[in-house]
């Protein structure tokens, strides 16, 4: 699949991100913060598994070769949107989108510096560097009051 298509999928899954958490803190106002998050979870694990069985495409053979923190990636969801939930009415969609998306990035420049999980290393340098400093300062002038 040609790059161009795959950045536009990517495209349009941000845009499901930027929503998510004003229809999840939406739900929560009328249930409760962790019960949005679980009914957010439940469901997509109900649409996943939809999709897995219209798609024919369950494959779970390699599960025995798993290692525990391979396991993790729900327990960081659990996190993430019961954050965004709690935190996104207060301080609003683009404030916590700003400071999600700086996190995501300098988090990614510290794990491609590293090659870390096995993927490819990029070293950190000076360009990175001043990337990051100005992200900072994004958020803070999005998120000052």
Do not use: Y
């Amino acid at each position: 699949m040609p790059n161009f298509i795959l950045l536009l999928v990517m495209f349009f899954a941000g845009i499901t991100v930027a929503v998510q958490p004003s229809v999840n803190a939406r739900l929560a106002q009328k249930v409760g913060v962790l019960e949005s998050a679980c009914i957010s979870f439940a469901v997509g694990t109900l649409v996943l598994l939809a999709i897995l069985l219209i798609t024919g495409k369950w494959n779970i053979k390699g599960l025995g070769e798993t290692v525990w923190w391979e396991w993790t990636g729900g327990m960081f969801g659990a996190i993430f949107v019961s954050a965004t939930i709690m935190i996104m009415p207060r301080i609003g969609t683009t404030a916590t989108l700003a400071a999600t998306i700086a996190a995501q990035l300098m988090t990614g420049v510290l794990l491609d510096h590293f090659g870390a999980f096995g993927f490819k290393v990029m070293p950190f340098d000076l360009k990175r560097f001043v990337g990051c400093l100005l992200l900072s300062g994004g958020v803070m002038l999005i998120g000052k009051r």
